[in-house]
């Protein structure tokens, strides 16, 4: 009998953590990392004590209590004698992990699970996972391509041995080259293969049931859909999607597959449930274009970590420009990586505008220093940057922000092409950027302004968002037509309920860990 249980995704964006079971299979559609439920209990200084495993996160109610999934090495001997009492509490295995794209709120709590389920992805995800915790300092919660084995010791969980693959299979491959395969079994610690081969190639089934996968548009590549096939009927899960991007043909084509395939059930992402539509792709390029053609001195382009679409468009404004686009270590890694999962993407070296900023650390990766040593004559150092101000634009994120001290500005436009403010922590970031901002004289475009968290109108256009709006979302809803929707991923069930009344479809609201088995 098919059964659905929303682990995360409920009331809140991202998170997500969905629960299929049908006869003896059982699989998860993603495995996310809730930032808004971790934010209520943690913050950058208070943190899940590694040595502690999973107490912390099974204590304040971050991780569902489901004795099974995860690590061994991650539990003390006593650990489930306290939780077990729990509502939500019980012992499960499961199948794999359908992952639909690497933003850490859908892939991030991966971690935690056994190192021998199998995540199914396409291998634009895979890679892309790969290169950001290649590029991640060490850390328990961010072990979504390969994990630390850990054993107790005296009470206290130790890391042990060397990292482990976890098994991925490639859902929109049939091979993978030979670099491909070096860079996917390498450790980012030391120059040596991590174990062998942890991978296959697009299986027809999971378990009992059939499986499909779907490209859509997002604001990362590789980003799926997936449909099920039940023993009820279809089950189709989204993931995250936007039909204003470049890759929007993408997700026409899932939508007219679905019109196809007639899902009975279709979990539906809901981010931007009841807002209008923004931004497309193109006219945040045109707006970035016109603003950095006005510009004098340096201009920094600040977006969201790994939105490799938005650099993509900062670097066509770069060669519309006349200037070079210096990007971090980090995001090079990131591209290498992309160029090794599709024939597609170009290599850095292949795009002479494209400089790598050098900047200050006293001990490199092997990542970075293999970064460094391979485009040794695209490095640009700080000085540099600061006398050729006129000449570039600098991809920096609000992480990167200390890298200003060592450029020392005079001047310039900092243009802010990220996603708006949700909650009073994202509003003391903005907070510090604005002071930062300040601070080296530069002109702001595109920031929330302290009084209200939103930009200002005449500055609105910088940032295109990687979700659908409201309308398009009901516009995909009518067109699959499913019998049941289940609205996940969204702060705004009840946009659906109000406008998908009399409409024939059954809209179903989750409740955290409660199973829907009466589909």
């Not at 061994?72 to 295995?93: C, D, I, V």
């Not at 990292?163 to 860079?183: C, G, H, V």
């Not at 999971?206 to 099920?228: E, N």
């Not at 060669?319 to 024939?343: N, Y």
Request: charged fraction near 25%.
């Amino acid at each position: 009998m098919l059964s659905i249980t929303c682990y995360g995704g409920v009331g809140e964006i991202g998170g997500n953590k969905i629960l299929l079971e049908d006869g003896e299979t059982r699989l998860f559609f993603d495995f996310g990392f809730p930032f808004k439920k971790r934010a209520k209990y943690f913050e950058e200084y208070l943190n899940p004590r590694p040595g502690a495993g999973l107490l912390d996160l099974l204590e304040m109610g971050i991780l569902p209590p489901l004795r099974g999934i995860y690590q061994e090495g991650m539990e003390s001997k006593k650990l489930w004698q306290r939780f077990r009492s729990l509502p939500l509490y019980r012992e499960l295995s499961i199948d794999g992990v359908l992952l639909t794209h690497a933003h850490l709120d859908h892939s991030g709590y991966i971690s935690f699970l056994r190192d021998d389920i199998p995540i199914y992805a396409s291998t634009m995800t895979a890679f892309i996972a790969k290169a950001m915790q290649d590029s991640t300092p060490p850390n328990f919660e961010r072990e979504v391509c390969y994990s630390l084995p850990r054993e107790s010791r005296e009470g206290y969980l130790r890391s042990q041995g060397t990292y482990r693959l976890r098994p991925f299979a490639f859902m929109d491959s049939s091979s993978i080259n030979e670099e491909a395969r070096a860079f996917w079994n390498s450790s980012p610690i030391k120059k040596k293969t991590l174990s062998t081969d942890s991978y296959c190639f697009a299986p027809e089934k999971i378990g009992a049931l059939r499986v499909r996968f779907f490209p859509v548009d997002h604001s990362i590549p590789g980003a799926a859909a997936f449909a099920v096939e039940t023993s009820s009927g279809w089950v189709v899960y989204t993931g995250d999607l936007r039909f204003h991007g470049r890759a929007s043909h993408q997700s026409e084509g899932f939508a007219a597959a679905m019109g196809q395939l007639r899902p009975y059930i279709l979990l539906c992402e809901g981010t931007r449930a009841g807002d209008e539509r923004g931004a497309t792709e193109e006219e945040a390029c045109a707006n970035c274009l016109q603003a950095v053609s006005e510009a004098k001195g340096l201009v920094i382009a600040d977006f969201g970590a790994r939105n490799v679409e938005r650099l993509l468009t900062f670097h066509s404004v770069a060669q519309q420009t006349g200037r070079s686009l210096v990007i971090m270590g980090k995001d090079a890694h990131l591209l290498e990586a992309m160029r090794l999962a599709s024939e597609k993407v170009p290599s850095v070296g292949d795009l002479p505008d494209i400089l790598i900023y050098e900047d200050f650390k006293s001990r490199l990766s092997s990542w970075e220093a293999e970064i460094r040593r391979r485009y040794r004559d695209k490095l640009i150092s700080p000085l540099d940057v600061r006398h050729n101000a006129q000449s570039v634009i600098l991809c920096l994120s609000f992480w990167d922000l200390t890298d200003l001290i060592d450029i020392a500005p005079e001047g310039g436009t900092y243009i802010y092409s990220s996603a708006e403010v949700f909650d009073e922590e994202g509003a003391m970031d903005m907070r510090r950027l604005a002071n930062w901002i300040a601070h080296f004289g530069m002109k702001a475009i595109g920031l929330p302004r302290a009084e209200s968290w939103e930009i200002p109108e005449v500055e609105q256009g910088f940032h295109s968002s990687g979700h659908a709006s409201g309308a398009e979302l009901l516009d995909l809803i009518r067109r699959i037509n499913p019998r049941i929707l289940i609205p996940i991923h969204t702060e705004n069930t009840e946009y659906f309920v109000e406008n998908l009344r009399g409409s024939g479809i059954e809209v179903r609201l989750p409740t955290e860990g409660e199973t829907m088995s009466d589909l």
